[in-house]
Structures are given as structure tokens and as C-alpha cells.
């Protein structure tokens, strides 16, 4: 056992070397390295897979579990080890996780530990420990996921997912940069906390994917599915009170009694965010929601924001998340908009401002010298183009601030309706009023879909 000791030990140090990636002890520099190493050297795989009629993207299947080891270094000290893979007690798994994400060379990966830890290690305290966590591949080029957890955070929705850059060297091969990150799921201690009787929801474009799902009443397209209760958890009984609660939740969106099952603040931060961050994609997947428990009379509350692949995308326009799923009615109500209004009038100066100090010491940090040079090896690794860390806070700098300017003129003047103005494929206002079939204001048209113009049916191409 000694012997192997000294082998490993000797293993990590040759797989840093050979990347260049070995630090003074003293003074660590650079970001930390994941180092894992699979039994056999054996490379997760997966399948690729179509939606069926009447679903939509692109997904995978059949993911297989490996199990390995797992140590965090930062420079010659080791953060975290993991111990060699044996069931139940200690070493790790990893599949590869995602949907079209997955289809890229470089993977996204989750880790299931055999034995609970907080791989960020920022204390000795156990509330941060887990099994579960990701290998988010973002990052490398751009820094949306960083940026959009932020604004999750300034916004005031109630958990934002701690993250930290780092490297990831996996059977002695350099796999560049990605984000070590908590997953969405139950843990009332540092993640999502709602009670043992409660759910994690999904509104999911990968339903077709999923074991259990349930019908919407609003849009066929998309249905629901969950991260909690687990699906070996889930028996019929409860799948029934599951249904009939979202059904009464949006029957009160669609009857405008949304505030007797709603956290209404959750609401208007969420959408709120999406506004801010210019998301072009804010609908498709990932919009998960909570409640704490399906027996008693507690409400519902939109969860964190997730999947931030399109941010910063429409300057002259809302999100698209005001034409989509309950939005679709909560942007077309007054009392709804005006709590939104009056949360930008409140906290929009101050996001602003907090948003722009933290771009500005990130890029003068540790993290963020480290991330610029470890983004010249992932370039080389996965044979991109490097962009320099600099260049993407100006971006944002810049986002940041005609963005602020933007929504002030739509939103900080007395016309709350002003948030309702119709505007074209292109996202500058015009005269002409767009309803879609059900008769609403839109303000983003989908092709393919048929909307009523000027008292016309007309089919968006």
C-alpha cells in the first residue's frame, strides 16, 4: 500500500509537469487541477439520440458510469482525494452529462462521490458536503455562466450554485478548463432547501428523455419533469398530488390569481434577470421551480437560472422569456408588471453598480490572471481560438451598461406598458400590434408559428 502511496504521488506530479502545469509550493498560482484517473483508463461514452414526433432537440442516452479516483491540487498541495474506486466507500463515478452540449469533443461530466465532501473546500464545515457535482465545460471561451450566476445572485433568487475554475487532466491527457460546480438538487443545507415532501420541477424541452413526466396545460411542446423527489421515490400517489398542484398553479398564471400560489418576488426576479442578461434562450430548458411541500399551503418559487449559452443577444429587446410558459401571461398583466417595475425603480441602480465593481476586481484577481493563461492551453488543447480574459469584461462592462440605459427607458417611466411594446423579428419598435392565437401580445415571433397582424392571421417564416 506504502509503495502505491509513492506511485501515485508520483503519477500526479509527472501528468502536472507534462502539462506544464506544476507550481511553487509556497505561493500557489494558477487555477487548481482535477486530476482523475478511471479504473483501466476507461472513457466515459454515451449515446446520441433524436427526439421522437412531437418533441424537440437533441439528446443522450445510455451514459456510462465510470468509476476512478479523484484529487484537487493547488500547486504541490492536495486539496482532495478521493481514495481508489470501491462501491459505497470511497473513489468517484463520472458519465457525461447534457444534452447538445455533449455533442461537442469536449464533454461535460458529472461526478458522483462514494462518500460525501465539498470539492470547493471552503471550510472544515460538513453543510457544504455533497456527492453530487459537474464538470461544466464554460468558461473556456467566454465568461457567461460566471456572469449569469452573479446576476442570480444580485437579482435575490434564493441559491445561487457555488463554482470555482478550474483544470482537468483525466487519464494523464490535459482536458483544459471547466467549472467544478453544485448541481441543482435537494439539500437544505446548501443548496435548494424545501422539505422531504416537496419538489424540484422542471419545465423541459428533454422531457422525451426523462422516466417521469407530467402534461402542461399551456404549452403541449414542453412538459414537466423533476430532479426531486428521485424517481425510484416517485410512486403514483405522489405523481397525482404533484399534478394536480402545477395544474391549480397554472390555472391561477392563466386566471390572474397567480399571487395565491406564487411567490410573486421569485417570479419578477427570475424574468428580471433574464431581461438583464439579454437572453435569447431563456425558455427552451433548464427553468426549474419549487415547493416546499405538497402538503400543506406553501408556494411556489422559481428556482435558480441555469444555461447561460446565449446571453448578452438582444440589445434593443426583452428576454424571450416574456413570450414563453407562465410569462406569456405574466408580462401581459398590469399588477404583475408593476412589480416589476417597482423592483427595477428599487434595485436597478444598485445591480448596476455592484455588477460593474465585481467585473472590475475579477479581472484584476488571482482567479482571473490564472483563468487568462489557462485559457491559452485549452485554445491549444481543443484547437480554438484564445480570447483574452480582458477582452470579455469589456464586453460585459459594456453589455452591462447600455443595458442599464435600456431598461431605465423602458421601465423607469410612468408607462408600465411601456414593457409591452410591439417590436419586430429584429427587436426594434414599430406600430404594429402582434397577438398570438390566444390572443396575446407578443413581442418575439417564433418561425412557424401563426399570429394575428393588424387583425390578419399571418404564418412567421
Request: charged fraction near 25%; include cysteine.
Amino acid at each position: 500500500m506504502e509503495r502505491f502511496g509513492i506511485l501515485f504521488t508520483l503519477s500526479i506530479i509527472c501528468s502536472l509537469s507534462c502539462h506544464g502545469l506544476t507550481v511553487d509550493e509556497e505561493e500557489p498560482v494558477g487555477l487548481p487541477v482535477l486530476i482523475i484517473n478511471t479504473v483501466e483508463a476507461e472513457e466515459p461514452t454515451c449515446d446520441y439520440v433524436e427526439p421522437p414526433e412531437g418533441g424537440v432537440s437533441l439528446s443522450i442516452t445510455n451514459a456510462t458510469k465510470v468509476p476512478g479516483s479523484l484529487t484537487i491540487k493547488h500547486g504541490e498541495k492536495v486539496l482532495y482525494y478521493s481514495g481508489l474506486y470501491e462501491k459505497g466507500n470511497s473513489g468517484i463515478t463520472i458519465r457525461i452529462r447534457g444534452n447538445t452540449s455533449a455533442y461537442l469533443p469536449k464533454k461535460p461530466y458529472k461526478i458522483k462521490l462514494q462518500q460525501k465532501a465539498d470539492l470547493l473546500t471552503r471550510s472544515n464545515d460538513k453543510k457544504y458536503e455533497d456527492k453530487d457535482w459537474l464538470l461544466l465545460k464554460a468558461g473556456d471561451v467566454d465568461l457567461n455562466t460566471m456572469i449569469g450566476f452573479k446576476v442570480n445572485e444580485l437579482l435575490g433568487l434564493k441559491w445561487s450554485p457555488a463554482y470555482e475554475y478550474v483544470e482537468l487532466v483525466m487519464n494523464g491527457d490535459y482536458r483544459g478548463i471547466y467549472m467544478l460546480c453544485e448541481s441543482v438538487k435537494r439539500n437544505p443545507d446548501c443548496r435548494i432547501d424545501i422539505s422531504k415532501d416537496g419538489i424540484i420541477a422542471e419545465y423541459d424541452a428533454y422531457w422525451w428523455n426523462e422516466p417521469t413526466y407530467i402534461n402542461s396545460s399551456i404549452l403541449s411542446l414542453f412538459k414537466y419533469t423533476f430532479k426531486y423527489p428521485d424517481e425510484e421515490d416517485m410512486t403514483e400517489d405522489k405523481l397525482e398530488m404533484i399534478k394536480t398542484s402545477i395544474y391549480e398553479m397554472e390555472g391561477s398564471i392563466i386566471d390572474g390569481s397567480y399571487e395565491q400560489t406564487w411567490d410573486v418576488n421569485s417570479l419578477v426576479s427570475w424574468v428580471m434577470a433574464q431581461d438583464i442578461l439579454g437572453n435569447s434562450d431563456g425558455w427552451g430548458s433548464n427553468i426549474y421551480f419549487t415547493k416546499n411541500s405538497l402538503y400543506d399551503d406553501s408556494k411556489f418559487r422559481m428556482a435558480n437560472l441555469w444555461d447561460f449559452d446565449m446571453i448578452m443577444k438582444t440589445p434593443d429587446r426583452f428576454s424571450s422569456s416574456h413570450t414563453k410558459w407562465i410569462y406569456e401571461y405574466l408580462s401581459t398583466n398590469v399588477c404583475f408588471m408593476d412589480s416589476y417595475k417597482e423592483k427595477w425603480i428599487a434595485d436597478g441602480a444598485n445591480f448596476y453598480n455592484s455588477m460593474i465593481n465585481w467585473l472590475a476586481n475579477f479581472r484584476e484577481s488571482k482567479t482571473g490572471e490564472a483563468l487568462d493563461t489557462a485559457r491559452k492551453q485549452n485554445a491549444k488543447r481543443w484547437n480554438e481560438e484564445y480570447i483574452a480574459l480582458s477582452d470579455n469584461v469589456d464586453d460585459a462592462v459594456e453589455w452591462f451598461g447600455y443595458r442599464y440605459q435600456w431598461m431605465n427607458s423602458k421601465i423607469g417611466n410612468p408607462a408600465v406598458s411601456k414593457i409591452e411594446a410591439p417590436l419586430n423579428q429584429n427587436g426594434t419598435s414599430n406600430n404594429t400590434l402582434v397577438y398570438n392565437i390566444k390572443g396575446q401580445k407578443v413581442t418575439l415571433r417564433s418561425t412557424g408559428e401563426v399570429y394575428i397582424i393588424n387583425g390578419k392571421k399571418h404564418i412567421q417564416k
